[in-house]
């Protein structure tokens, strides 16, 4: 199994548990901005965190719950109890030095972002209508989008954070690309996580992260609820025929803005659809 996928550890409770420290690898030697935990609760479970010295952005993935930051009580939030109903998620910003909480009302799956912390933006419930939608691609290349946190919108310190739905044989993060130098504004150096689910649940997707040099070149086989780490290079996904993909992307970096460049074997591709 590659180093760069990150399988749940157990079926309930916290299932997932990517630190900025336990993501490290020989695959992912400089890792040092992304964390991605997964809480999966049964109704009336509870889960308390506090954010240290990161930011979090808590996505209700699925279900609903009773959702308290750092005193405050948000209510029960939560707009879908399937994330391929594909409507837009409900999610909590929580800064550095913060806490937060959920009492899950249905079993509930909460993804917990985060990245270092830098005490310059409030606690936040971001609402479904918080969050913008679009359609990217053409062909077999079409995938649709929910910018939960990306740059347009100022509720993050370093996070940007963004769900993707992938039709059932189409590709997606594609054509290749790549954000790992900190050259802004050609590109930004930005880490990054995938979260993935399948459509039938028993489906599977690929992913391939490999740099130009080909000193890093894994090809890697996702299953649903499993995470796939991108410390650098290209990372395109590829969804087979019969299985739709869903994935929820963290990226983090010395800048709070994503920009990259298309492999140049492939980059003809984004400029014929463009």
């Known amino acids: ?31 040092n901005y992304v964390g991605f935990g997964l809480h999966k609760l049964a109704i009336g479970e509870d889960v308390s965190e506090t ?61 917990v972002c985060s990245a270092p912390g830098k005490s310059g933006h409030p606690v936040r419930l971001i609402k479904p209508e918080d969050i913008g939608s679009e359609t990217r691609g053409k062909g077999a290349n079409t995938r649709h989008i929910h910018p939960i946190a990306m740059e347009e919108s100022d509720v993050a310190d370093s ?30 150096y930005l880490e990054e996580t995938y979260y993935h689910r399948l459509n ?12 130009d040099d080909g000193s890093l070149d894994e090809t890697i086989t996702v299953q649903d609820g499993e995470v796939v780490l991108v410390p650098k290079g290209h990372h395109p996904c590829g969804a087979p025929y019969g299985y739709e993909m869903y994935y929820l992307n963290v990226m ?23």
């Open 1 to 31: 199994m590659s180093e760069l996928l990150v399988r749940p550890t157990r079926s309930s409770g916290k299932v997932i548990d990517i630190t900025r420290d336990s993501a490290k690898s020989k695959l992912a030697p400089d890792w």
């Open 51 to 111: 954010t240290g010295d990161n930011e979090a952005i808590v996505v209700i993935v699925e279900g609903r719950a009773d959702l308290s930051a750092n005193g405050k009580s948000f209510g029960e939030c939560g707009s879908r109890l399937s994330v391929f109903e594909k409507t837009k998620p409900t999610c909590l910003y929580v800064p550095n030095d913060g806490n937060w909480s959920a009492i899950a009302k249905t079993a509930c799956t909460i993804a």
């Open 159 to 188: 996070l940007l954070v963004t769900e993707v739905f992938t039709p059932q044989g189409n590709w997606s993060s594609y054509p290749p690309h790549r954000h790992d130098e900190d050259d802004y504004p050609r590109m930004t």
């Open 200 to 211: 039938p649940s028993q489906g599977f997707g690929f992913q391939r992260v490999f740099t």
């Open 252 to 274: 983090a970096g010395p800048l709070r803005k994503w920009r990259f460049e298309n492999h140049p074997d492939h980059a003809w591709i984004a400029e014929r659809d463009a």
